[in-house]
């Protein structure tokens, strides 16, 4: 039998590393992992702090076609009123910072305090941003695609990564991982109709197998080019932490979902009403310190 040459066994050895499963529920001995912060669950956040609003004064009023866009010549209908000037408090100029003199560095970095931010730092945990976008199927099974040092990478995955959604970090170990995750949805079965509508045939993806029960065994199945332990990391420390706190990941998206229904029914119910723009306006005092020359050909030649 003819020998195979070495550059294909290894193409092959390649070939069948980016097929091989990996699954987490089946590895002993998982890090305990936990969700930094508070799950996003649809409820809407608490409202800021009203502002001060000075009492306005009007002196006098145009309504009618306000341009926004004069390139565009566009235009909306709306209320323009003058004011009395309110007499706002002048805000003070910030004050320059000074540096340290080389005496007062030495007397800093021997006091308790710098020894007490010190140790504060010590004890941060060590950060990382994940880029991350994700695609699900039919709520089933998820690609993935991220990103780690300027080069991509993909995995098919039997997490629903919408129940990911409402995270944005966690930690493992000393490990913090702040989550910039995108999610779409793709229904196969919608998109077949829509490009059979249009006299076109879909092909859906070829999904790899993989364990069906994604809350007992998270798992993901490589595709292409192969990671490196460390940049593979946030993707297994994902499907752990899905393992590992799973029915409040599943919850915290039901409630998005239903609180999301919720919102749509309560905007057909009471669409808003569109309003006219108020715009107030006075004329103050030009403040000498911080006018604006108009531009000059002699100024924007310098």
Not at 188 to 215: C, D, F, H, M
Not at 291 to 302: F, G, N, R
């Amino acid at each position: 039998m003819k020998s195979l040459p070495l550059v294909f066994l290894l193409y092959w050895s390649f070939v069948l590393q980016a097929q091989d499963v990996v699954a987490v529920g089946e590895q002993p001995h998982l890090a305990r992992l936990h969700i930094m912060g508070k799950l996003a669950d649809g409820r809407p956040a608490l409202p800021a702090a009203p502002g001060v609003i000075p009492r306005l004064v009007v002196k006098q009023s145009f309504t009618g076609a306000v341009d926004y866009k004069k390139s565009r010549g566009a235009s909306a209908k709306g209320a323009v009123h003058e004011v009395i000037d309110p007499q706002l408090p002048v805000l003070e100029k910030p004050i320059a910072p000074r540096m340290m003199t080389r005496e007062e560095l030495v007397a800093f970095r021997q006091s308790p305090r710098y020894a007490e931010l010190a140790a504060r730092i010590a004890k941060r945990k060590k950060m990382r941003m994940v880029m991350l976008s994700a695609t699900v199927y039919d709520e089933k099974r998820t690609l993935l695609r991220w990103w780690a040092e300027g080069k991509s990478f993909q995995a098919w995955s039997n997490v629903n990564f919408a129940h990911l959604g409402g995270c944005s970090s966690f930690v493992k170990g000393d490990q913090e991982y702040m989550l910039f995750m995108g999610i779409g949805a793709v229904d196969t079965v919608k998109w077949g109709q829509r490009y059979a509508a249009a006299g076109r045939k879909w092909k859906a993806p070829t999904i790899p197998r993989l364990p069906n029960s994604a809350e007992k065994n998270p798992a993901f199945s490589l595709v292409g080019k192969m990671p490196s332990v460390e940049e593979l990391a946030p993707i297994t420390a994902l499907h752990e932490l899905y393992l590992q706190e799973h029915k409040q990941l599943r919850q915290a998206h039901a409630d998005r979902v239903m609180a999301q229904r919720e919102k749509e029914v309560e905007l057909l119910r009471n669409p808003p009403q569109p309003q006219v723009p108020q715009i107030y306006f006075w004329r103050g005092k030009r403040n000498e310190d911080t006018a604006v020359s108009p531009a000059t050909p002699d100024s924007e030649t310098k």
